[in-house]
């Protein structure tokens, strides 16, 4: 049995696929945003959960094989005007992007 320090930690070992005669060939991880984010930004009242929607973000590879984040984001309507809006996730991702601010680097310290 090979000493488990010299060893790159290998993921379809450790999800037990070889078991099943799979390996893993890419990630999803499912998320959520952390920070709350309830108050209208037109009029500062307080916004009413609304579902949530899911978005989907190419982040830099984990063991060498790609990501993708799968992320949960909370809708929500104000009780006073009516305004409708999503959760921020700027800390995340630029708005519309399709990769993470962490995949974005990670891309440029490739090209470098
Ligand atoms: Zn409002």
Sequence with gaps: M???????????TFTRL????????GQFLACRVV???????????EGIPRGS??????HEPFGWRPTLLVVTVRRY????????????????????AKLSRRALRWALESIV
């Design 35 to 45: 920070d709350p984010d309830q108050w209208c930004r037109r009029c500062g009242g």
């Design 53 to 58: 929607v899911v978005r989907r973000l190419a």
């Design 77 to 96: 309507r104000c009780g006073e005007c009516g305004h409708v809006w999503r959760q921020d996730m700027s800390k995340a991702a630029e708005p519309r």
């Design 2 to 12: 090979p000493h488990a320090t010299f060893v790159r930690p290998d993921l379809t």
């Design 18 to 25: 070889d078991e099943l005669g799979l390996e893993v060939v």
